[in-house]
């Protein structure tokens, strides 16, 4: 049996048309598979393309704030009940004012020259911090009365000038059926150490007369 062999040939023309068709369908082929996906993008380090930014299953870029000089480990930002806080160069760094305030706070205590009370029932968190914008001490009394506002370290739950006393934020004095009013533009912080929880009180400070009532409202915001 003869062998027959067909030979078929094409113009240059048609080669060029024949190599742009294909080179077509190689460009189309990722753009029709990440259509339904959108479009694939790496966002790299510029000195060392390894180090790629990544993406969670739910679609949150996953970011972090970390000291700038150390690369392979950095020393990163730790987000805890809305507060981020940081170790960098071993000290301290807290976001404070840069991150918008978890709570208002707010109440009025009663005291008088024996008895404390708490700004809240339940301590607060070590990595959080109460910023006290505002206090106002109305004495009731016939007699003055010295008022200080206290951080103590307690655990859980605050009673009236119990735990560990860490400082005294602020003092004031109340005359006899005087109102005294302090704005802090500059908030008085009371920040946590990251390991205590702690509380905020109003106490009489030093010797006073007895029979004095005075009543604390203080303002503030946690953060």
Request: glycine share 6%; aromatic share 6%.
């Given at each position: 049996?003869?062998?027959?062999?067909?030979?078929?040939?094409?113009?240059?023309?048609?080669?060029?048309?024949?190599?742009?068709?294909?080179?077509?369908?190689?460009?189309?082929?990722?753009?029709?598979?990440?259509?339904?996906?959108?479009?694939?993008?790496?966002?790299?380090?510029?000195?060392?393309?390894t180090y790629k930014a990544k993406v969670s299953g739910v679609g949150a870029l996953l970011t972090g704030i970390c000291s700038?000089?150390?690369?392979?480990?950095?020393?990163?930002?730790?987000?805890?009940?809305?507060?981020?806080?940081?170790?960098?160069?071993?000290?301290?760094?807290?976001?404070?004012?840069?991150?918008?305030?978890?709570?208002?706070?707010?109440?009025?205590?009663?005291?008088?020259?024996?008895?404390?009370?708490?700004?809240?029932?339940?301590?607060?968190?070590?990595?959080?911090?109460?910023?006290?914008?505002?206090?106002?001490?109305?004495?009731?009394?016939?007699?003055?009365?010295?008022?200080?506002?206290?951080?103590?370290?307690?655990?859980?739950?605050?009673?009236?000038?119990?735990?560990?006393?860490?400082?005294?934020?602020?003092?004031?004095?109340?005359?006899?059926?005087?109102?005294?009013?302090?704005?802090?533009?500059?908030?008085?912080?009371?920040?946590?150490?990251?390991?205590?929880?702690?509380?905020?009180?109003?106490?009489?400070?030093?010797?006073?007369?007895?029979?004095?009532?005075?009543?604390?409202?203080?303002?503030?915001?946690?953060?």
């Open positions: 049996m003869d062998e027959r062999r067909i030979k078929v040939e094409f113009s240059s023309r048609q080669m060029v048309i024949i190599v742009a068709l294909i080179a077509l369908a190689a460009i189309m082929l990722p753009i029709s598979v990440q259509a339904a996906t959108g479009s694939s993008v790496n966002i790299t380090d510029p000195n060392k393309s700038w000089n150390n690369i392979s480990t950095p020393t990163c930002a730790t987000v805890t009940n809305h507060s981020l806080n940081t170790v960098v160069n071993g000290g301290f760094v807290n976001a404070g004012t840069d991150i918008p305030p978890l709570f208002p706070l707010s109440k009025v205590l009663t005291i008088n020259d024996t008895t404390s009370d708490f700004l809240r029932a339940a301590a607060f968190d070590p990595n959080e911090e109460v910023e006290i914008s505002g206090i106002t001490v109305s004495n009731y009394s016939a007699v003055p009365l010295k008022v200080t506002i206290q951080m103590r370290h307690q655990a859980t739950t605050c009673t009236a000038g119990g735990g560990t006393l860490v400082q005294d934020l602020e003092e004031v004095y109340a005359a006899a059926n005087q109102t005294v009013h302090l704005s802090f533009p500059q908030p008085i912080v009371a920040a946590g150490d990251g390991v205590n929880e702690f509380c905020v009180d109003a106490a009489p400070s030093g010797s006073n007369a007895p029979s004095s009532d005075v009543r604390v409202t203080i303002v503030g915001y946690e953060f």
